[in-house]
């Protein structure tokens, strides 16, 4: 006979329970996935670095940052070629920035702060995150 003495109410059970009532899995809630983040290369105008840092960060916080589902934020500029810029904004949603950004008057107005300054024509992309680990030094 398989006798069981482990009552059914409980979590704290040992490993080597009876083949009758197996050990409870947690149940883990799904993981959201990551927020979608737009980057977007751009090259200022040689010589026009310094305008487009004081522009670039103008015109994020007075139309990007006041959009709906923008979390936020993040301006790279490079060391080796310090006319080229990455600029990463996170969203909510891909339509968050793709339809009620884009469409939006603020868009106008952002291009109309950071336009003047692009040698060409920005490289914008959409990505989601496959995989972050930081070192832990």
């Given at each position: 006979?398989?006798r069981?003495?482990?009552?059914?109410?409980?979590?704290?059970?040992?490993?080597?329970?009876?083949?009758?009532?197996?050990?409870r899995?947690?149940?883990r809630?799904?993981?959201?996935l990551?927020?979608?983040?737009?980057?977007?290369?751009?090259?200022?105008?040689p010589?026009?670095?310094?305008?487009?840092?004081?522009?670039?960060?103008?015109?994020?916080?007075?139309?990007?940052?006041?959009a709906?589902?923008?979390?936020?934020?993040?301006?790279?500029?490079?060391?080796e070629?310090?006319?080229r810029?990455?600029?990463m904004?996170?969203?909510?949603t891909?339509?968050?920035?793709?339809?009620?950004?884009r469409?939006?008057?603020?868009?106008?107005?952002?291009?109309?702060v950071?336009?003047p300054?692009?040698?060409?024509?920005?490289?914008?992309?959409?990505?989601t995150?496959?995989?972050?680990?930081?070192?832990q030094?």
């Open positions: 006979e398989n069981c003495d482990y009552p059914e109410a409980t979590d704290q059970l040992p490993a080597n329970r009876c083949q009758q009532h197996p050990p899995r947690k149940q809630a799904a993981e959201p990551p927020p979608p983040d737009k980057r977007q290369q751009a090259h200022a105008q010589g026009k670095q310094a305008e487009f840092d004081k522009a670039i960060s103008h015109g994020i916080t007075e139309y990007i940052a006041k709906k589902g923008f979390i936020g934020y993040q301006i790279n500029k490079c060391i070629s310090p006319e810029y990455v600029l904004n996170y969203w909510q891909l339509e968050n920035h793709t339809i009620d950004f469409e939006s008057p603020a868009f106008l107005q952002w291009r109309g950071v336009g300054f692009f040698a060409r024509p920005p490289i914008v992309e959409h990505f995150i496959l995989e972050t680990k930081n070192s030094k």
